[in-house]
């Protein structure tokens, strides 16, 4: 399968290609229902994000510079599909409410779906042609991002949403597109030099996260259009010499990248996210409100609180969360308070005028800290984990550790859940959304409903 290298060995982005070519419209049922799923969660995460100010700048310079075209962009006006990707993926990863594939630190929802609606609109594909395509999509995405070694890779600073993303959204829009596997490598080898975003938000703000994910979508139509009009990319864009798992990753394992393909699938490992956090410190939150609900816990009762988490968590999660939404999201001692004072499953939760909190504020100058632990190191990133420990004024100490937190492929969401949190993100309109998202095998010409395209902009 695929070229060979000039060692005799078979070049994994051609074999990855060559797959990925040959299951479009041969998806397995029970992965296009997965799919399905992803939509309809996805859909809620961008309604919810789109009336946010980040996303409105960013919405606003799709319309500025797009162009003309009849790809919508939630939220109101429709431009060319690239530019409708990057508003919507955007939009998708706007409150850190968006689908992971925990392995390899990603969001795959936001870049594929988004790029996914925009070209099938324009190119009036139909819903099963979508859904085969978001199954590629997420299956390239993540594939690259365990390939590239995603702890030291995300430690040495690199975003993998956006890095990897463009691998993502580059297969799904050539299987929209009909390429061949000739030109799928093509698009990836483009792809791979599209690839950008880094963790410097982590380290001094802003909110340059909030674009990455409409970043790689937007690329990744542009890789994907490129190699159909005939432009080259390298033969081995993600594993050769100088390709984006060896540029980008200290500790790669290329054979990641095709081991297992047919068997294994990135779909079947999705995390639903159930608070608006980093769920890196997802552990974190779930323990804290185990402990909370299990000995009704008060702020007046706490001395203090230590937390063991992964070495990348102890890292970059470690701030202070009131300097912003961004710092509050990706705070694992704020989000430990707020699970004891507030509820981390209403997005509400994180909104500026609540960051800073006075009982936020003084229960997290409690958390004394949070130290890297081998016990989920040698885990991560394939199974989250991280313990809480309660001090109490009393002196008695409580502690309690999640590994494979709620909304993982290992202890995942029920239908109720799912269907609970997209309610909360879009109130009355969850019926008429999940009708359309059900409806999708059976559309002949994909059109996003109304109810998405008409937010207030």
């Avoid at 162009?67 to 955007?90: D, E």
């Avoid at 001094?204 to 937007?218: D, N, V």
């Avoid at 798992?245 to 995390?271: K, Y």
């Avoid at 203090?304 to 999201?329: F, L, P, W, Y």
Wanted: proline content about 5%.
């Amino acid at each position: 399968m695929g070229l060979m290298a000039a060692d005799g060995a078979t070049n994994p982005t051609a074999a990855l290609a060559e797959f990925l070519a040959e299951v479009g419209g041969s998806v397995p049922e029970r992965l296009t229902d997965i799919a399905q799923n992803c939509v309809a969660d996805t859909l809620g995460c961008m309604i919810y994000g789109a009336v946010l100010p980040w996303t409105r700048t960013a919405a606003a310079y799709a319309r500025q510079t797009g162009g003309s075209g009849s790809s919508p962009i939630v939220g109101g006006g429709r431009t060319t599909a690239p530019m409708a990707a990057f508003a919507n993926g955007a939009a998708a990863h706007a409150f850190e409410l968006d689908d992971v594939h925990e392995e390899s630190i990603s969001h795959p929802g936001a870049v594929v779906i988004p790029a996914v609606l925009a070209l099938a609109e324009e190119l009036g594909a139909g819903g099963s042609d979508a859904l085969d395509a978001i199954v590629v999509g997420y299956e390239a995405m993540g594939r690259a991002g365990i390939a590239v070694g995603p702890a030291a890779h995300m430690l040495a600073g690199f975003h993998p949403t956006s890095m990897c993303g463009v691998f993502g959204s580059a297969a799904a829009a050539a299987r929209l597109l009909g390429l061949d596997a000739g030109r799928l490598r093509h698009a990836l080898g483009i792809a791979a030099t599209l690839a950008s975003g880094t963790m410097e938000f982590a380290s001094s703000g802003g909110q340059t996260k909030r674009l990455h994910a409409g970043r790689a979508a937007e690329g990744g139509v542009m890789a994907a259009r490129l190699a159909a009009a005939g432009f080259e990319g390298p033969e081995d864009g993600l594993t050769g010499a100088y390709g984006f798992c060896r540029v980008f990753g200290d500790e790669p394992s290329v054979e990641l990248l095709t081991d297992g393909l047919g068997r294994r699938w990135m779909l079947d490992e999705i995390t639903v996210k159930p608070w608006a956090a980093c769920s890196d410190i997802h552990p974190l939150i779930q323990a804290t409100l185990e402990l909370r609900d299990a000995h009704r816990l008060r702020p007046d009762m706490i001395q203090r609180i230590e937390a063991t988490a992964s070495t990348k968590a102890a890292v970059h999660n470690s701030g202070d969360g009131m300097a912003s939404v961004m710092a509050a999201q990706y705070s694992g001692p704020w989000n430990i308070a707020a699970a004891l004072v507030a509820d981390p499953a209403d997005p509400a939760t994180y909104s500026a005028d609540r960051i800073a909190d006075a009982a936020l504020v003084e229960l997290q100058s409690r958390v004394v800290g949070i130290a890297a632990d081998a016990r989920w190191d040698a885990t991560y990133a394939h199974k989250m984990g991280g313990s809480v420990r309660i001090t109490l004024r009393d002196g008695s100490v409580l502690e309690r550790s999640v590994c494979g937190q709620k909304g993982s492929m290992h202890d995942p969401l029920s239908a109720d859940d799912i269907e609970a949190k997209l309610a909360m993100l879009v109130g009355s309109h969850e019926a008429a959304l999940w009708d359309w998202v059900r409806a999708l095998p059976s559309v002949p010409r994909l059109a996003l409903p109304s109810v998405v395209c008409e937010i207030p902009p």
